[in-house]
């Protein structure tokens, strides 16, 4: 695609409920990444994907958190059990060079 | 000591005025060094990398890297209405995966 995309824009789910979040990057790009944005605050990284493995995910802040990368592309990231402490916004960023990152609009998360 | 380190401002300049947004980092081991602006509501957009020490320009965008002082800044010149923003400063170390990123400088250019 042009860009990279990110499901579902905003979401807002129940305390202890999980949640996936989708990020398509952009063609070709083979790294990518997860990062948490809470308001008013820098970016948090959360893991990185070298194609489908994931040689850095010392960013999860905990074992609720998950993410896997299929096919190259496509990754999701799960959060089981969530807390309202998990309420920030998700962005999927994407690099042919693991150097220019090329972000997503980011998904809204709401913990309520 | 955070990784990367950046004024949070508000930083406030006229319109026409020269924008200076500092970031300091605390590896001697980074190598990649890269400007971010941030519109309120959006995501980050790269605007300026930077490898070597000195000076380089794009357009009104000058980023300055100090290596020995670990020291980043990025210029604006002829700052406009449209340049407020959050600037964000990220480095990424030498053969590393990640970039870290600082929490960002607002600017705001009064017209």
């Known amino acids: 695609g042009a860009g990279v995309s990110q499901s579902p824009s905003n979401k807002v789910t129940e305390k202890g409920k999980d949640v996936e979040l989708r990020c398509d990057p952009i063609?070709?790009?083979?790294?990518l990444y997860w990062y948490r944005q809470s308001l008013g605050q820098g970016l948090e990284f959360l893991i990185y994907f070298q194609g489908n493995s994931a040689p850095d995910k010392s960013g999860l802040p905990s074992d609720r958190f998950s993410a896997e990368r299929t096919g190259g592309s496509v990754s999701t990231l799960t959060i089981q059990r969530t807390q309202q402490e998990d309420s920030a916004v998700y962005l999927c960023?994407?690099?042919?060079?693991?150097?220019?990152?090329?972000f997503g609009q980011g998904t809204r998360l709401t913990v309520v | 000591q955070k990784e990367v380190e950046q004024n949070s401002g508000p930083l406030s300049v006229p319109e026409g005025a020269i924008a200076s947004l500092n970031c300091t980092y605390s590896?001697?081991?980074?190598?990649?060094f890269f400007w971010y602006r941030q519109y309120s509501g959006k995501s980050p957009e790269l605007i300026m990398f930077i490898y070597s020490n000195g000076d380089k320009e794009d357009g009104r965008f000058t980023a300055q890297l100090n290596k020995a002082s670990q020291y980043v800044s990025l210029l604006i010149r002829d700052s406009q209405p449209s340049d407020s923003a959050t600037y964000l400063c990220a480095v990424k170390r030498a053969g590393g995966f990640k970039t870290i990123f600082g929490a960002g400088t607002r600017l705001f250019v009064k017209a």
């Open positions: 590896d001697r081991g980074s190598q990649s």
């Open positions: 960023a994407s690099s042919w060079d693991r150097e220019k990152a090329f």
């Open positions: 063609s070709g790009h083979t790294a």
